[in-house]
């Protein structure tokens, strides 16, 4: 097939995050369902068929950075494709619970790869002054699918949505095969001790930098989005619970595209935590007054969702090389899947013991950390080459 414009290619990538993200929310949508079938094994049990995707991208992030530069790209994403395809038809059977499990794990891998392959496909298939905006839709895949499976989910089947999350998957495995440039032939450099290639990578402020600050970001989105429509009161619990990704997707796609095009990602990065810290003392302040919330849980929303474009666009910005891509989006990969599993039941566990001021105080901590991880490491980006 005949290659395709280089923005229909990032659309393309951006629809494989679509079903990436799929690989959570499909869970998520049918976990009563699923209690039905495996509750019998517990509730840790069931809970481990959500989270594992999560752990094995918290286990393996950067080592799947460093595989993806190996294996190429290409190969990398339509794989990781026809085998959540695989395991998504292998689900809609309802089998046993350890194929089950086994089956999550092997998704897990699967989304890994995706998120991985992703923004170092897009960063390098985007012209430059399109670049922040393609960044910046990646990122708002998880939060475009979990709008869209909060929609559809209720009218479908447990069978249907596994099935159709099934031929979406291998459609998708098809059209990139057919229509991403081939990976390039380049000499394989032995992946040597994988603890050292982490400490590397780790140590480096282009290519660790990006992956420390969307820790804070994912620790502090994730909870607040579960957290904080419980406790609004009724009138106002389902305009924040629609409205707060709504409000951040917009932002980032809108606002956030517009200043990235007049400010470096990493300065963009530290405004929009800035911006946070009003947001989450104004939800503090009107604590269980409904549109107090919605104000503070908007504002805190748009900030981050700034924080979360600009921390993808910033992995292009500070590193030059495909490789060099691979291996910052597995490091964001790995501390995003950090942050994601530890935010809900640290802040959930703040709120129950000190209320809306351990909330508050938290993210605040959260969002100085975030601002200050990047001064720290633009500092280190004046002293040192890398």
């Not at 080592?63 to 689900?91: F, N, W, Y």
């Not at 942050?339 to 105080?361: D, K």
């Not at 990047?374 to 004046?382: G, K, N, S, T």
């Amino acid at each position: 097939m005949r290659q395709l414009p280089p923005m229909i290619l990032v659309i393309l990538l951006w629809c494989a995050g679509l079903g990436a993200a799929a690989q959570f929310g499909k869970i998520s949508i049918l976990y009563d369902t699923l209690r039905s079938t495996y509750g019998g094994n517990g509730e840790v049990a069931l809970g481990l068929v959500v989270s594992i995707v999560g752990m094995v991208g918290l286990i393996f992030g950067t080592t799947a950075g460093l595989l993806v530069a190996r294996i190429g790209p290409r190969r990398a994403i339509v794989a990781a494709l026809l085998a959540g395809a695989a395991m998504s038809a292998l689900q809609s059977l309802m089998p046993a619970y350890p194929v089950m499990l086994a089956s999550r794990i092997v998704e897990g891998a699967s989304h890994l790869a995706i998120v991985v392959v992703g923004p170092t496909m897009i960063a390098m298939l985007a012209p430059e002054n399109r670049r922040p905006l393609a960044m910046t839709l990646w990122s708002s895949f998880f939060g475009v699918t979990y709008t869209a499976l909060a929609l559809i989910g209720p009218s479908v089947t447990a069978t249907g949505l596994f099935l159709g999350h099934s031929a979406y998957m291998a459609a998708l495995a098809a059209i990139l095969a057919a229509t991403l440039p081939i990976d390039p032939r380049q000499p394989v450099a032995p992946l040597g001790n994988l603890l050292q290639q982490h400490a590397r990578i780790y140590a480096s402020p282009r290519l660790a930098a990006p992956a420390m600050g969307f820790c804070c970001y994912t620790f502090l989105y994730v909870a607040v989005l579960t957290l904080v429509p419980p406790e609004t009161p009724a009138s106002h619990r389902a305009l924040i619970a629609a409205g707060m990704p709504l409000v951040s997707i917009a932002v980032s796609l809108s606002l956030g595209v517009r200043l990235l095009r007049v400010m470096p990602a990493v300065r963009l990065v530290q405004w929009g935590y800035g911006i946070a810290i009003p947001g989450f003392l104004i939800l503090w302040a009107f604590w269980g007054i409904g549109a107090g919330m919605v104000a503070g849980g908007f504002i805190l929303s748009g900030a981050l969702g700034i924080v979360q474009g600009a921390s993808f666009a910033l992995i292009p910005e500070l590193n030059a090389t495909p490789d060099a891509r691979a291996r910052a989006a597995g490091a964001v990969a790995q501390l995003g899947n950090l942050g994601t599993t530890t935010g809900t039941p640290v802040l959930a566990a703040l709120i129950a013991a000190s209320g809306p001021a351990g909330l508050a105080l938290a993210a605040i901590g959260l969002c100085a950390i975030g601002i200050g991880v990047h001064r720290l490491q633009a500092r280190r980006r004046q002293l040192r080459a890398d």
